[in-house]
């Protein structure tokens, strides 16, 4: 891949411009292409783009992810290849998704990196030694012509859009250089901002690439049934749903499917972020990218290649690199005033001393050319989308899914944390423990509660069917209603029946009071009752119990350490909801609520908080999209809550959020690090600028000197711990 030399003019947002945002389909008459500009970079030349393609009659919307050097347009059928002329006349080019062309280079390679390296340290010799001049321009003059061709095209194309962009800047500096006789310094300067810009742009692609390499782990051949008893080798990109596919042991998964024929155990760290293998066997799902540690298997696909669970995780995590976070929002529009008033010091600096303080007009030009070389803002601008993108990339290796900056910044201010119950707290999965029938036949009773269990989707309800499909068989319900929060109801046989919980009854009429110390003793316990009845009494008590995950409380003891107060909000009884409160340490428990009220109770404590809220993605969705971060659990397969969680949960494990809040403290940190550098070297050497103390190859030095400081320390959030 090539790479040019990269940022700095960072007033990247035009007031105006004729293109809007993408939305989330193209207008009528629209098409929609995506560009690989292998030299968009940064703001610098997303400015430019803008600038060029934006005004245009035939283009309607753009959107850039400078991390991905992709550009998607929004344009009317047929102008592709204008568009692309027009990117070129930029000096960049744009490769179409499919196209085989590769990326021209745009920089100097190694050799001749290395050749302007000693011909800028040899001018400086020379010009130290040596009475004549000569030798030391014609040694400047060939490291300028080996490493600055394009710092200068790309300088002037800037200079003809109006813009004081790095290259422009460099270019005008050198230039000034070499007309005031700093040839050795001028050769010097180029060779180290070109030096600078290859080891950024080579360490940026370790940003870039974390992400995409994972797609790495699908593999791109399977081994398919032809449907005449034989095996064939398909590109994956190929099959289709439906395929049957065979997997050998030590293979990794090419496509989402299900199995089978066949057990073994999976290694889904690329999913999930955990290592411990998982059994498979005929039924269970099956997802790309991971690992098939023993016997073989036989699959069929249930996703193309490019809608795989795992194609669907590097899309959103390419999505949320594209957003921009707070503070990467608040240093843009730092940036947009910063660049010019560095330009109008370095004017005045040449100007205003040797009008009034009778400074040499060289030395006062120096001075200001100096300024000129300290007046963008690359280790600012990119101390931000650098470290977001790195963390970015952590969670999602670690099976947490964010999907963008300004959930990542926020993580850490979280105050109060709220969970649903049932399939978050516990496993999900309860269990019949204990029928009491009040009044009636006890067959009867269980065939009626069946009946009504095996129509609900409801955890309680389907471990209710579970449990009495064993000894009864299920008849026909007519007029079946679920009724969200409470149970269901039903006719069989002609007689109205309804099973559900305590408030269900009290909404009825029916009287509880000869079956409350039943219900009572048993809730106590941490059992959930539910209550068959008709119209006139509670016919028979059901009592369901549903177990903690084993990292409950490991998970809810870690939040309280790091300050998150816990509140857990369920639709069970209060006394069931005390119970694995107390089991599981949360502070405080919450019963009886239907999924308004639990909208209502995150509302009331988001007024003394920031609160998040953990649940399914589906039951509980009012209360997630309103909680300040949402957090979806078993995400894993789950298309829902890829799509709409603010955090998703790849599995099952709390010890994720905990780990999700450090890694927003980290990030944060590590922005304010990035700040402090690049501001604070700035700063000093625009002071020794002022007093004349500063060289030019010293401002570069400091300029890019920050930048790469920035980045690497931004990459450590790739090796952050879990």
């Not at 990196?113 to 030391?136: K, Y």
């Not at 309680?460 to 064993?470: F, N």
């Amino acid at each position: 891949m090539s790479h040019a030399p990269h940022c700095c003019d960072h007033s990247t947002h035009p007031a105006t411009t004729a293109a809007a945002p993408l939305a989330t389909a193209p207008a009528a008459g629209q098409v929609r292409s995506v560009l690989h500009i292998a030299q968009m970079d940064c703001p610098t030349e997303e400015r430019l783009l803008r600038d060029a393609l934006g005004p245009r009659a035939d283009v309607s919307a753009l959107s850039f992810n400078l991390m991905q050097r992709r550009l998607t347009v929004d344009h009317s059928p047929g102008a592709l290849p204008a568009l692309v002329e027009a990117v070129a006349a930029l000096g960049m080019q744009a490769l179409t998704e499919g196209s085989d062309a590769a990326p021209t280079a745009s920089g100097p390679d190694r050799t001749r990196m290395v050749l302007a390296g000693v011909a800028a340290l040899a001018s400086e010799l020379t010009h130290l030694w040596l009475a004549s001049d000569w030798p030391s321009l014609a040694l400047a003059l060939l490291s300028l012509v080996l490493v600055g061709p394009t710092v200068f095209k790309k300088g002037w194309i800037a200079i003809r859009h109006g813009q004081l962009n790095i290259n422009a800047l460099m270019s005008i500096a050198v230039t000034g250089a070499l007309l005031i006789g700093q040839w050795p310094e001028a050769a010097m300067v180029m060779f180290l901002f070109a030096l600078a810009e290859a080891i950024e742009a080579r360490s940026l692609d370790r940003a870039r690439d974390a992400v995409t390499s994972l797609m790495a782990m699908a593999p791109e051949q399977v081994q398919v049934a032809d449907g005449q008893g034989d095996w064939r080798s398909v590109a994956a990109a190929q099959v289709p749903v439906g395929s049957l596919v065979r997997l050998a042991p030590g293979e990794r998964v090419a496509l989402d499917g299900e199995v089978v024929l066949g057990q073994s155990s999976l290694n889904q760290a690329p999913i999930t972020g955990e290592s411990v293998p998982v059994e498979k066997s005929p039924g269970s799902p099956l997802y790309a990218g991971s690992l098939n540690l023993q016997g073989e298997l036989t699959y069929r696909t249930t996703a193309a290649a490019n809608d795989s669970t795992l194609a669907r995780i590097i899309h959103r995590v390419e999505e949320a690199q594209a957003s921009q976070a707070p503070t990467q929002r608040f240093i843009d529009r730092f940036a947009r005033w910063y660049t010019p008033a560095a330009v109008l010091v370095a004017v005045l600096m040449a100007v205003v001393p040797p009008l009034l303080l009778g400074t040499p007009w060289l030395e006062a030009l120096y001075n200001a050319l100096v300024i000129l070389v300290i007046a963008c803002p690359c280790a600012l601008v990119i101390s931000t989308p650098v470290a977001v993108v790195s963390a970015l990339t952590r969670a999602a290796r670690s099976g947490i899914l964010i999907k963008g900056g300004v959930y990542l910044e926020q993580g850490r201010q979280l105050q109060v944390l709220a969970l649903d119950k049932t399939g978050t707290l516990t496993e999900g999965k309860p269990t019949l423990q204990q029928v009491l029938v009040v009044a009636g036949e006890q067959p009867q009773a269980e065939r009626a509660a069946l009946s009504l269990a095996a129509r609900s989707d409801h955890p309680v309800s389907r471990a209710l069917a579970e449990g009495l499909a064993t000894r009864q068989q299920a008849a026909p319900m007519e007029q079946f209603e679920a009724l969200l929060g409470r149970g269901s109801r039903g006719l069989l046989d002609g007689r109205p029946l309804w099973l559900g919980n305590a408030r269900l009854m009290r909404e009825l009429g029916v009287s509880l009071a000869s079956i409350d110390a039943q219900r009572q003793a048993l809730e106590a316990t941490g059992q959930t009752v539910v209550m068959l009845a008709d119209a006139d009494q509670v016919l028979a008590l059901f009592a369901v119990a549903d177990r903690l995950r084993p990292d409950t409380v490991a998970a809810l003891t870690d939040l309280h350490r790091l300050g998150v107060r816990t509140v857990m909000l369920s639709g069970d009884n209060q006394a069931v909801a005390d119970h694995i409160a107390a089991q599981a340490g949360i502070d405080e428990a919450r019963g009886e609520l239907l999924p308004e009220d639990k909208l209502d109770a995150v509302r009331a404590l988001q007024q003394q908080a920031v609160v998040g809220m953990v649940g399914d993605g589906i039951n509980d969705a009012p209360a997630l999209a309103q909680a300040e971060i949402g957090f979806a659990m078993g995400a894993v397969g789950t298309d829902t809550a890829i799509d709409t969680a603010d955090v998703a949960l790849m599995d099952d494990d709390l010890r994720k959020i905990p780990a999700f809040i450090r890694l927003s403290q980290a990030t944060r940190r590590v922005l304010l690090q990035n700040i402090s550098v690049a501001l604070g070297l700035k700063v000093v050497f625009l002071a020794l600028a002022l007093g004349g103390l500063a060289t030019m190859w010293m401002a570069v030095v400091a300029d890019v000197g920050a930048s790469l400081l920035v980045v690497f320390n931004s990459l450590r959030l790739l090796r952050a711990r879990q």
